[in-house]
Nanobody
């Protein structure tokens, strides 16, 4: 069992930055690839970024490439999402999720493939 708690959301003007954190419970954090997803009102949950167990592989959806950076600190059981040059269309509830994987390189982008989810943190970008 893994429990995930997100923090760091808030209200920011367009062009600003936020850093989201996701703290995981348990001693097996390094066995999970981690992902960030977001869901805007009236829309489906969508993939944002993911990082492999070791942190060696990362993957981003096209709309955030060059602006967002995912990272992890396995010693602190925490995954981060640094968000720069924020746009109003980035407004959503952001969720972190854990995906148990057999190897250190796998990254998945489908929500249904993730095993555990946090409660979400609101990010609002004003124009």
């Amino acid at each position: 069992q893994v429990q995930l708690v997100e923090s760091g959301g808030g209200l920011v003007q367009a062009g600003g930055s936020l850093r989201l954190s996701c703290a995981a419970s348990g001693r097996t954090f390094s066995s999970y690839a981690m992902g960030w997803f977001r869901q805007a009102p009236g829309k489906e949950r969508e993939f944002v970024a993911a990082i492999s167990r070791s942190g060696g592989n990362t993957y981003y959806t096209d709309s955030v490439k060059g602006r967002f950076t995912i990272s992890r600190d396995n010693a602190k059981n925490t995954v981060y999402l640094q968000m720069n040059s924020l746009k109003p269309e980035d407004t959503a509830v952001y969720y972190c999720a854990a995906d148990w994987t057999l190897n250190g390189v796998t990254i998945r982008t489908t929500p249904g493939e993730y095993d555990y989810w946090g409660q979400g943190t609101q990010v609002t970008v004003s124009s």
